[in-house]
C-alpha cells in the first residue's frame, strides 16, 4: 500500500481538499478526514492488539468512507479520480 503523508491535524486537511473557503462537508474533505482518522486508529490497532472496541470503530469508519466514495463516484468520475490520486486509495 502507497503511505501518503496526510497534514498532522484537522484544519490542514480541511484546507487542502475544500472546494471554497469555509467548505467543510464537500466529499473530497470528508474522505480526507476519515482517511486520517483510519490512519490513526491504525496506528492505535498496531500497539494494541486487543482492543476490538476500536477495531470495531474502525471497520465503521471504513464503510463511511466506502459509502461516500461511492457517492463521489455516481457524481462527478473526474473528482473521485483526484481524490483517489490524492489519498493514494485502491480504487
Known sequence: MVQVKLPENKQEIIEKFSQ???DTGSPEVQVALLTF???RLT????GNKKDNHSRRGLLK???????ILNYLKKLDEARYGVV???LGLKK
Open 37 to 39: 482518522k483510519i490512519h
Open 20 to 22: 471554497k473557503d469555509g
Open 43 to 46: 496506528n492505535h490497532l498496531e
Open 84 to 86: 483517489i490520486k490524492e
Open 61 to 67: 469508519v471504513i464503510a463511511k468512507r466506502r459509502r
